[in-house]
């Protein structure tokens, strides 16, 4: 007994324990040997009547992935206690395969002798919750750990297409011509519509045929035909049409039964509009580029707002599936530039063309491509000097410009910033030689109002324009960062140390009260990284703008190490994911406005241990750069 007692006392965490209790658990063990090779648990499948603490010999325990690889191996030696953290925080489920190796010999220690210790000592609970807490950064394990959804439960999987009805799709009105009209009118009359079907009525206004751009192709150009022949002399037939009320999967079936690639709607016995066969089949698509691309070919602010509605849902499911956070911002930013730049396109088809070569950028979050579902406009545009007669014309043509597209993303839901960071504010259009200048000045003064405003236009990206004036931007800021710059990044990082990690002396999470709830806020808990990350980058000239790819850059200069950029990477987007996931779930579930307050009681318990861990891995980066820049432990 003896003998037990002292092998307890050399290992973590029972050495934590009172003498008097460790004789007591050496009383409870029970001794196991296991032969070379025994297979002990297998992941997410066996049950665990308690804990392991391994005497001699080894345990190998990984991940099958699958195609039955091991994944993650680890070795675990005498002295090594398995299944804590199974037992406290996967429902007695086993986390990983285990195998004995070398003929080990274990002490047990059945579940509710464990679990009673956990209660009773909490230095001896959290030694398990931390171990996983750490382990939850690393994202292999994560992967492996929280498996994505079944692709059955995806909002956009396949058996979508059982339940949808023709209604729920956006489907395009009708463009017609008469039968006599010439192929080279029915032409222009698609081009000015941009449209490839065009519809040919008869003389009492029946709809009797079609004709597409391959119709043109292999009918008329193919046969060296005349433009000037009657269009109903070259159009296809049948008619074929479905009602609104007809589900999805009757009308992909109905296309490929007749061949047709183009079907009628309609709606109480009328004509309301039609579907291509590429549109239908890319409603039910699961690539983010074909929901980008579906945005492309959006012809309407009302449908572009239908798509931007729809974009919660749809990162909402990728997220679910497993899809990294960096990824599911990415897609959300994506989406966001390419309704911008629709906007800006159809702008310049009212107001005319641009009097100067610009560029329109975005700033902040969604200059990083960082967006999430709580995002507003912050845009900027710069354009190229004129000779000072043309100075005001040019001017008023992109203050009036700028008014225009900002009233129309706000229209579509990308709502006005409530900071005024936009560029129908005069303070942010401006020519390049007024940008430079504005840099100039923030860098300069360097108060703590200029170092906001620096840092929100350091976090800026090129979105529709001349990619040239950007560039020389950025060739002007990489000269003027190799001057002394030591004001500057000290107040930088003091902005970056406002905000502290939630986290109190007692290692318990800060929250106060919203709507009787205990919450913190997630944005503010991610802030110091986002600006921790944002001053190296400036220091080291690295003018990539998202947080994910500056770390990457900073990695590469050894400005951080290996295990250092992992921490921070894996914190940032296990938040990032956290905050994604509970905005959608507003928006959906909810019908809310989504918010950044997390209610501490919505949160498993791997939840909160991985969050303690990582508001850890963010006080540390704070003492780093107390050090680097302010020469100040205490900052």
């Excluded at 007591?24 to 025994?38: F, G, H, N």
Aim: glycine share 4%; with cysteine; aromatic share 12%.
């Amino acid at each position: 007994m003896n003998e037990r007692v002292k092998y307890l006392q050399s290992i973590t965490p029972f050495n934590l324990l009172p003498i008097e209790v460790l004789q007591s658990v050496a009383e409870q063990l029970q001794e196991v040997s296991y032969k070379k090779d025994t297979i002990i648990y297998q992941q997410e499948t066996t049950k665990l009547k308690g804990v392991d603490i391994i005497v001699k010999g080894q345990y190998e325990s990984f991940f099958y992935d699958s195609i039955q690889n091991k994944r993650l191996i680890e070795y675990h030696d005498a002295g090594f206690c398995y299944g804590g953290v199974s037992v406290l925080l996967n429902r007695r489920q086993s986390l990983r395969t285990v195998i004995a190796k070398k003929g080990t010999l274990v002490y047990f220690l059945h579940r509710k002798d464990f679990r009673a210790l956990c209660k009773a000592y909490e230095d001896f609970f959290l030694y398990f919750t931390a171990e996983f807490g750490k382990r939850m950064q690393n994202e292999e394990f994560v992967h492996f750990f929280k498996r994505p959804a079944a692709f059955e439960e995806s909002y956009l999987a396949a058996d979508q297409i059982y339940s949808r009805k023709i209604e729920s799709v956006e489907y395009r009105p009708i463009v017609q011509c008469t039968g006599d009209t010439p192929i080279f009118e029915a032409a222009a009359h698609m081009a000015s519509h941009k449209v490839s079907c065009l519809f040919v009525t008869d003389e009492a206004n029946h709809i009797v045929g079609y004709v597409t751009d391959i119709t043109l192709r292999d009918k008329v150009i193919a046969q060296q035909r005349s433009a000037a022949d009657a269009v109903s002399s070259v159009m296809d037939n049948p008619i074929v049409a479905i009602d609104v009320e007809a589900y999805v999967y009757e009308a992909v079936l109905m296309m490929f039964s007749t061949k047709t690639r183009y079907l009628l709607v309609k709606k109480d016995g009328q004509y309301v509009g039609f579907l291509s066969r590429n549109k239908l089949l890319s409603e039910q698509a699961q690539s983010p580029l074909v929901f980008i691309q579906s945005v492309k070919s959006a012809v309407s602010d009302e449908e572009l707002k239908r798509k931007w509605d729809s974009v919660p849902h749809f990162v909402n499911q990728l997220l679910e599936r497993g899809v990294n956070a960096q990824i599911a911002n990415q897609v959300i930013s994506t989406i966001a530039d390419t309704i911008a730049q629709k906007v800006i396109e159809s702008t310049i088809d009212v107001v005319g063309l641009p009097p100067a070569k610009f560029v329109f950028m975005v700033l902040g979050s969604e200059g990083r491509k960082e967006q999430t579902f709580k995002t507003d406009q912050d845009n900027a545009i710069i354009y190229e000097d004129k000779a000072n007669e043309h100075r005001e014309e040019v001017r008023e043509y992109f203050l009036d410009f700028a008014q225009q597209v900002s009233g129309r993303l706000n229209s579509i839901g990308i709502s006005y910033c409530t900071g005024g960071f936009m560029a129908q504010n005069p303070k942010w259009t401006h020519s390049l030689s007024h940008w430079k200048r504005n840099y100039i000045s923030w860098m300069a003064e360097s108060l703590p109002e200029t170092v906001i405003n620096f840092s929100t236009f350091f976090d800026c990206r090129f979105v529709y324009g001349d990619a040239s004036i950007m560039d020389e931007l950025h060739e002007f800021l990489n000269e003027e960062l190799q001057k002394p710059m030591d004001k500057l990044f000290h107040n930088m990082a003091i902005n970056a140390l406002q905000y502290e990690p939630p986290l109190t002396f007692f290692n318990t999470i800060r929250t106060f009260k919203k709507n009787e709830r205990e919450v913190f806020d997630i944005k503010k808990a991610m802030t110091p990284i986002v600006d921790l990350v944002r001053v190296y980058a400036l220091k080291n000239r690295v003018f990539e703008v998202n947080t994910g790819e500056r770390m990457k850059a900073l990695r590469k200069l050894e400005v951080f190490s290996e295990t250092a950029y992992h921490e921070l990477s894996q914190s940032y987007y296990f938040l990032m994911s956290m905050r994604l996931k509970k905005q959608a779930v507003q928006i959906i579930y909810d019908k809310a406005s989504p918010d950044n307050y997390i209610d501490l009681s919505s949160l498993t318990k791997i939840e909160r241990v991985t969050l303690k861990e990582i508001f850890k891995v963010i006080g540390n980066f704070q003492s780093k750069i107390k050090m680097d820049f302010t020469n100040s432990v205490l900052g």
